[in-house]
Nanobody
Framework: EVQLVESGGGLVQPGGSLRLSCTAS????????LAWFRQAPGKEREGVAC????????DYSGSAKGRFTISSDNAKNTVYLQMNNLKPEDTAVYYC????????????????????WGKGTLVTVSS
């Protein structure tokens, strides 16, 4: 089993930056890719970014590409999401998720491939 704990959310002004962290415990990074999803008020949850810590491969949604960067510190079992140039439409609860390596290519397409979820951290972008 994998436990995921997110941190780093908060209130930020448009154009600002935040870095989210997700610390994993239990099974090792070798068996899973880790992804960030988000759910805005009144909308479905969507995939944002994914990383395979074992080889560093990353993937991004269209809305994240160019503004968000996902990275991992394998020694700390932690994945980060650096978010720059934030917009009000980025306001959402951000969730960390563990996806089996075999389904990495589908991680951002459907949350059905997620084995484990964190509880989420709220990001609010507002002036």
């Amino acid at each position: 089993e994998v436990q995921l704990v997110e941190s780093g959310g908060g209130l930020v002004q448009p154009g600002g930056s935040l870095r989210l962290s997700c610390t994993a415990s239990g099974e090792t990074f070798d068996d899973y890719s880790l992804a960030w999803f988000r759910q805005a008020p009144g909308k479905e949850r969507e995939g944002v970014a994914c990383i395979s810590p074992s080889n560093g491969t990353t993937d991004y949604s269209g809305s994240a590409k160019g503004r968000f960067t996902i990275s991992s510190d394998n020694a700390k079992n932690t994945v980060y999401l650096q978010m720059n140039n934030l917009k009000p439409e980025d306001t959402a609860v951000y969730y960390c998720a563990a996806v089996p390596l075999d389904y990495t290519d589908y991680a951002l397409v459907s949350e059905n491939f997620v084995d484990y979820w964190g509880k989420g951290t709220l990001v609010t972008v507002s002036s």
